[in-house]
């Protein structure tokens, strides 16, 4: 992880930011499913958290070795965003830069779905699934999110994303097709 490459959103008064980092965080998801990437790693530098400003911001960050950038970025998979960002150069990361782990946050959000599950697995009905998922649902998410769709599946489901405490030392482990990771770090400038 000693290069990053930000891509920045264009102002756009037609789509709303989100839409847009939506659509290019999905781009961004195939390409690393497609190419099979467990060594690219992504970051939100400009996100904001709180119930009312939750947004991952208007750069992406993508993080990896100097090759594996160029490689990613050689394939097509900007092609119809092409409109709609700023490319910056694959750069070094700077040396004094710390490091964070960047991870996607589940949460019962109380769908029908899930207190279906839930009622199956405990052997309850759904009514009484559902009654006990309420509390948990009702909570307030104050984490940025982005609306994707699955590759896998072809779900549409908002990704949040939790950027973890900055740490002096980086730790090394795969990413996910989304560029995230539980144990994993990225540079953090």
Request: proline share 7%; glycine share 6%.
């Amino acid at each position: 992880m000693d290069h990053y490459l930000d891509i920045r959103l264009r102002p756009d008064p037609d789509f709303p930011a989100a839409m847009l980092m939506g659509a290019l965080y999905s781009k961004l998801h195939r390409a690393l499913h497609d190419l099979h990437a467990d060594d690219i790693g992504v970051s939100f530098p400009d996100h904001k958290t709180g119930v009312r400003a939750r947004t991952p911001g208007d750069r992406l960050r993508l993080h990896g070795l100097q090759a594996r950038l160029e490689h990613l970025m050689a394939i097509s998979w900007l092609t119809s965003m092409r409109d709609h960002v700023m490319l910056e150069a694959i750069q070094l990361v700077p040396a004094e830069a710390r490091h964070r782990v960047v991870s996607r946050r589940q949460f019962n959000t109380g769908s029908p779905s899930r207190a279906k599950r839930y009622a199956q697995r405990h052997g309850i009905g759904v009514e009484e699934a559902q009654c006990l998922m309420e509390k948990p649902a009702a909570r307030q998410i104050a984490l940025p999110f982005v609306q994707v769709s699955s590759r896998s599946s072809g779900q549409r489901f908002a990704l949040f994303i939790e950027h973890g405490k900055p740490q002096l030392q980086p730790a090394a482990g795969p990413f996910n097709h989304y560029g995230l990771s539980s144990e994993a770090t990225v540079p953090w400038f």
